[in-house]
């Protein structure tokens, strides 16, 4: 079943092109060199995805549109997912953004709407046939589509009676809502509105779950806005969910897209706020502040465990730099920032404060790593646990984190907010990847490390957001490096993986995206390819019913090895 496309949702730079060029991949002024090696790219991301389509749709049971979760390398076996005496074979849309945004950026370069309608099918397929009567969807990191049963799956689904409902929970997903909104307007903004009816606990305050109910409260109208926020609230206060940043981080994106796409001003005030609470934790000394902005304990595991070390210092979950848990929602108040204009410029000062800060106090060059730190800058990365607690068994001491996984992060805020520091810590973590030395702001003292082995996507975008910043040649010459060594790397039998010898690996992946935008770049349409969200992807499941927590996909599918 085809449906029609509309032409107005897609991006600015692909409309220019197709009516320049009649439908032709390379823009007006593009290099034939540039286009010829682009052609590589597409070529992949062709055989890549012609390989989903046709190995990685639901064609189990009753056949959907749907994509499965993953497939067996070696002979396109969906994964599945062992729950007791169940199988369950995982179709989870929210794993699938890169994955629909991909299908529609080829689509854009190559005027073959086949990939874009795949997209849509699925789409149009989960809004007719897995939502939720208050108006989400069946998907996220607890609950998914079984392609072999055609029902749910997930936690919960051993329950009895009416506790047996599933858990909806988006953490970092970054929903491709130009696509659903394409699809249906009606749908789309109600999903968004239902998001944070169903996960808000008190609208005062901003307290909230990450699971929410998809059963109450009823789909709501605009008026879910209406509520009344008390500007003078506190933060870290005893709440009645996790306010992790990662399910606030998509409130926010969500609500500031529902912004840009109905001129929803309510949405808008209230993704403000929504950051804004976090933005409310900022220590100010450091500038420093927290992966959530409440506790739900009176007294805080935090505290119970290991506050003693820190008698001068606010102890608590909430009060804790995790530098593993922000470059995915920084990315995100930037892409809104960039999609918002002025509007969306808050999004944009928090986020630039956010880097800064943590270039300053968490940053270790000598061990290119983010330093886990209480706000306030006390090290918990030089200190063991005196006590068994939730953070570990005495004797843990807390972990860095890779300092390159900000390379990304700082390549894109200096292309929006020019500061000095941020080209500093960009530089520094480039360096820190592997990439060699990009040189000052100015262009001197560049020396790239051509011969590279780097094949991470994520850096791959962050070259090209240098380069869309500088128009300095040799940092798309570098990405175009980067772009080969996933391929060589990271590409086989028409699949991206995560690299050499594993078993499996997700349809939906960053590298075929990735490529896509380098490609565009080649061929002078930068725009003409859906955002690079860095969204995450996951499911977490118990394997039996009586497991005490559950496992996540990753942990059990995605890291075997063909050898083990």
Not at 346 to 359: E, R, S, Y
Not at 421 to 436: I, S, V
Request: net charge negative; hydrophobic share 35%.
């Amino acid at each position: 079943m085809k449906f029609p496309r509309s032409q107005s949702a897609l991006p600015l730079g692909a409309l220019l092109s197709l009516t320049l060029a009649g439908c032709q991949p390379s823009g007006p002024t593009a290099d034939p060199a540039d286009v010829a090696r682009a052609q590589v790219f597409i070529d992949a991301v062709r055989e890549n995805l012609d390989t989903i389509l046709e190995k990685g749709r639901d064609t189990y049971h009753q056949p959907t549109p749907f994509f499965v979760d993953g497939l067996e390398i070696e002979t396109y076996e969906p994964v599945r997912w062992h729950f007791d005496d169940h199988v369950w074979i995982l179709s989870d849309l929210a794993n699938q953004q890169d994955l629909l945004r991909s299908l529609d950026g080829l689509s854009a370069l190559t005027g073959d709407d086949k990939y874009h309608d795949a997209a849509v099918e699925t789409l149009r397929y989960a809004f007719d046939h897995i939502r939720t009567k208050n108006g989400l969807l069946l998907w996220g990191g607890h609950v998914c589509y079984d392609a072999d049963a055609d029902e749910w799956c997930g936690r919960r689904y051993h329950w009895l009676g009416k506790k047996r409902s599933p858990i909806h929970e988006l953490k970092s997903c970054y929903p491709y809502y130009e696509l659903m909104w394409e699809v249906d307007r009606d749908a789309t903004a109600q999903f968004v509105r239902s998001f944070w009816a169903a996960h808000i606990r008190d609208w005062s305050n901003l307290d909230f779950d990450r699971h929410g109910g998809v059963d109450h409260p009823p789909a709501p109208g605009r008026e879910v806005w209406d509520h009344e926020f008390d500007e003078n609230s506190e933060v870290f206060f005893q709440s009645k969910g996790r306010t992790f940043v990662n399910t606030g981080s998509d409130l926010y994106f969500g609500a500031g897209m529902l912004y840009l796409l109905d001129d929803d001003m309510g949405a808008l005030a209230w993704a403000r706020r929504i950051a804004g609470r976090y933005e409310a934790t900022r220590d100010p000394n450091t500038g420093l502040r927290g992966y959530q902005y409440s506790n739900l304990e009176k007294i805080d595991r935090a505290y119970r465990q290991f506050g003693d070390l820190f008698p001068n210092s606010h102890v608590s979950e909430a009060a804790i730099f995790d530098p593993h848990g922000l470059p995915k929602p920084l990315m995100a108040q930037m892409l809104l920032s960039e999609k918002l204009g002025n509007e969306g410029s808050q999004f944009l000062k928090w986020a630039v404060d956010d880097l800064v800060a943590i270039g300053h106090h968490a940053y270790d060059p000598e061990n290119a790593s983010m330093k886990t730190l209480l706000l306030d800058g006390s090290d918990l990365t030089a200190v063991a646990m005196p006590r068994d607690g939730y953070f570990g068994p005495k004797g843990t001491v807390f972990a860095s984190w890779p300092s390159e996984d900000y390379f990304l992060c700082y390549a894109k805020a200096w292309g929006l907010d020019s500061q000095p520091f941020l080209w500093e810590m960009a530089r520094n973590t480039a360096r820190d990847a592997g990439l060699g030395d990009i040189g000052a702001a100015d262009g001197t003292g560049m020396a790239l490390n051509r011969e590279t082995i780097v094949d991470n996507p994520n850096h791959l975008v962050g070259l090209l957001a240098l380069y869309r910043a500088t128009d300095r040649r040799a940092y798309l010459d570098l990405a175009e490096k980067v772009g080969e060594n996933i391929l060589a790397h990271r590409f086989e039998k028409g699949l991206f993986t995560p690299g050499p010898g594993y078993r499996y690996t997700r349809t939906s992946r960053p590298e075929a995206l990735a490529l896509l935008h380098l490609a565009a770049t080649l061929r002078g349409q930068p725009d003409a390819v859906p955002d690079f969200t860095d969204g995450n992807a996951y499911f977490a499941c118990e394997l039996k019913s009586t497991d005490a927590d559950y496992t996540f996909d990753h942990e059990v599918i995605y890291t075997q090895r063909r050898n083990d």
